[in-house]
């Protein structure tokens, strides 16, 4: 679903400075048309700068963790110039996590903040220099729909870097089907295993009401885990 790379900002970000609060830094930023107007909306990643989330380090990873919070702000392009649409905290991880302090940054060094075909998609990975052999990476797709960004996709794809076993699951939500490639493996010439089955319960989730940093469907909201 989507995997053609899509437009990042490419002219200064000194155009959004007045769209990051005080206090907070520019570290993400796409453009593109999500409302359909034929105008360049934009999408912001903005994180704090406070020394009081940096974290010392005494064993593997990083010897200083930043846990400084994101938050993703989206712009809609009108004649009078940007305003805010939205903007959400406890959406993204941070560029550290102190349980695992091993883990690359899921979303500048592994993953990415895109727009395209007029859609949002936010990509996580997850990569750990010690303690685990497996990466993963998810993508989301969010359609802008009845005044809200809808999730109508998500991917997910687990492997392993020592025994090359890999799978992958993909969501459409609005068809409400799911399809699981497994036995999958990158290092031999293997046949996997493909299959589909209908996703259960709402299949209707919002970029405003979600998380998107999620273990379990059973964290606050990550029920659409499925």
Not at 100 to 113: M, T
Not at 120 to 135: K, M, P
Not at 204 to 210: A, E, P, S, T, V
Request: glycine share 10%.
């Amino acid at each position: 679903m989507l995997l053609a790379a899509g437009s990042t900002l490419a002219e200064s970000p000194t155009q959004f400075e007045g769209w990051v609060p005080s206090g907070w830094k520019l570290i993400s930023s796409a453009m593109g048309d999500l409302n359909h107007d034929g105008t360049d909306d934009a999408v912001l990643v903005v994180e704090e700068v406070n020394a009081e989330n940096l974290h010392q380090n005494d064993g593997f990873g990083e010897p200083v963790l930043n846990l400084n919070p994101r938050r993703l702000i989206v712009l809609f392009n009108t004649q009078s110039g940007y305003r805010e649409f939205l903007s959400i905290d406890n959406l993204l991880p941070s560029e550290h996590d102190q349980e695992n302090p091993c883990l690359a940054d899921p979303l500048l060094r592994e993953g990415g903040l895109s727009i395209i075909g007029g859609r949002i998609v936010v990509e996580l990975g997850t990569w750990l220099s010690c303690g685990s052999y497996g990466a993963a990476r998810q993508k989301f797709i969010f359609r802008f729909e009845d005044d809200r960004f809808r999730l109508i996709g998500y991917d997910y794809s687990e492997f392993s870097r020592s025994t090359g076993e890999m799978s992958e699951y993909s969501v459409n939500y609005l068809t409400g089907r799911k399809k699981a490639i497994t036995g999958d493996n990158m290092f031999e010439d293997v046949t996997p295993s493909v299959s589909w089955s209908r996703i259960s319960g709402p299949d209707k989730f919002y970029l405003d009401d979600i998380s998107l940093h999620c273990y379990s469907g059973d964290e606050p909201g990550c029920n659409w885990i499925k």
